[in-house]
């Protein structure tokens, strides 16, 4: 019980802090940075303490707690400095992410620590606490989602006979905070006088049961990977996030089958064999993705996203070394090898958390040197630079290499430029910059297309067209030869529906398609040819030339059609 009430209270003080440090500090401090310090540093100091406390006494559990705390905090204020603004900061994301490694991997390293001054490097306890960790948190926020529901169902209840004393306490900002941090608190604490019964055992064994299945998926990508390649493997989803996604699964369900040690690892043949060959394919999948991650920064430069799938690579590469190295050392102790490696990477992964913090791994800096080292090496159109992210995204150094660009930049760049600076989101400037691309090719479609019959006006048919259909166009009717298609503008025949519809011959190739107009927009479709006799027959090699002569007639039928000697092409439904 008094586990419990120590535990709830932490909790209670803890969400009226976080509180204070959301709603009562910014009127206070008004530097945005040395706020997102505080808050940043406030929030992993208790989240750690509640991960330790339980196990250990409060007083105990203080020191850690406010060295991963002060440490986070120091990290969020070095990094933050890079950005113009806090939201910069929190947009970028990456930085967020590294700071939530170094608490999570950090907690069950000090956990260990404290029940034993060696306990760092003894993998079973760091393997118990960790698990431990994640249980408690689990149940403790399903404890504190429960209590919640059966409040606004009370609440919902007593309104029934107008009652509406929980509704107007929920409605008290820092008391929800408090209540939130007490009652998970009192689930955490549950959990652990209960952790015989609630233990993490049953994860594992579930863990464990999706190793084979895993496997057999893995083992079907890679006999696959030669027939298909990694070309839109994965529709609009990174590639080589999704390998290194799969490659992080693998070694967590490895690492479940392993357990704490032989003693508690799986006795299935099935399933140590499974773990041994998924050792053996996970260097496969990182191949693959450091290979993805490569093509793109080749193709398109380094960009902040690009640098933290490098900067991951880099710790798969570890892991796949270690791996190799268990497994292929010899039947006797590789289990023993693996859970050693498991160690060791936990610290060079919380090291390189903190490093990529630093201005040692600044990757808006790289991704800014290499973005205008393409633009002064002529290797990147204008219209395929970042400039919005390095307006918004990139922070400070994004901001002077869009001023150093700017100094080389033409007209048309400047004015992109001056656009990404003002736009409000990375959508508005985008569909500006489309916008001014679509108008920039009805231009030049304007050379390279005839339209017939002679006197119809070129505006109103390109102004018509949507980008698909500009762009397919630019496909058929290519420079050099201009003009290489003919439009031909069908009119109405005997039905008004049809006024707008025209024909579209290229040059390049003997075919023909129909521009249907639909709801004020053009769109390509197929055209089918028939001779007099009724039967569908390829155009001919010279239609071209003989529709741009003026050889052709319009035939009214139930709308009119194109006829070029005996053939009549039909535009298709």
Known sequence: MKDRLELAGIGAIAGLCLWSLFELLPDVVEEGFLLLALTVGASVFFSVLMALVGPERPLRAILPSLALGGLTGLLALWSGLRFQT???????????????????????????????????????????????IFIRY??????????????????????LVGIRIIDDLLDIDWLRYTLVGAVFGLGVATVHELREYVSPVLVHRLLRMLLPLVLLVVIVFIGALPFRGLSDLFGKLSTA???MAVAFAGVTLITAAIDRDDENASEMKLMTFSARIMSLLIPVLVGRAIYAVWIRIAAYGWTPQRGMAAYTAVFL????????????????GWQGRLRQSNLYMALVVWGGAVLW????????????????????????????????????????????????????????????????????????????????????????LTNRI?????????????EAMERGTLMALERHCPEGTEPSCAIVMLGAG????????ALLVAQEQPRVWTLRLQSGQYYLQQALAYDAAGRERAVPENLFEQVTAGAFELKPKIR?????GDLSIIPYN
């Open 241 to 243: 996030g999704v390998l």
């Open 138 to 159: 689990v149940a403790g926020w399903l404890f504190a989602g429960l209590i919640f529901v059966v409040l606004l169902l009370s609440d919902e209840l007593l309104k």
């Open 450 to 462: 005839k339209i017939l019959p002679e006197g119809e006006g070129h505006t109103s048919v390109f």
């Open 560 to 564: 009119n059609v194109l006829g070029v």
């Open 317 to 332: 590469i570890g892991y796949v070394g270690w791996y190799l190295w268990s497994v292929l050392s010899g039947a006797q």
């Open 494 to 501: 005997a039905d008004a529906v049809f006024s707008g519809d």
């Open 357 to 444: 913090l630093t201005p040692l791994a600044h990757v808006e800096a790289l991704s800014v040197r290499s973005q205008v080292a393409r633009f002064e090496a002529g290797t990147v159109k204008a219209a395929e630079l970042p400039l919005y992210e390095m307006a918004h995204d990139w922070g400070r150094v994004g901001e002077a290499g869009l001023a150093k660009i700017e100094t080389m930049a033409d007209a048309p760049l400047k004015e992109r430029i001056v656009a990404a600076r003002e736009a409000k989101s990375v959508w508005q400037f985008k569909t500006v910059a489309r916008a001014e691309n679509d108008t920039a090719l009805r231009a030049k």
């Open 86 to 132: 806090v939201d910069g900061f929190f947009d970028a994301g990456h930085p967020l992410m590294a700071l939530f490694v170094i608490a999570l991997v950090g907690a069950p390293f000090a956990a260990a620590t404290l029940e034993d001054r060696a306990g760092w490097r003894d993998y079973a306890r760091l393997f118990d606490s960790a698990w431990g």
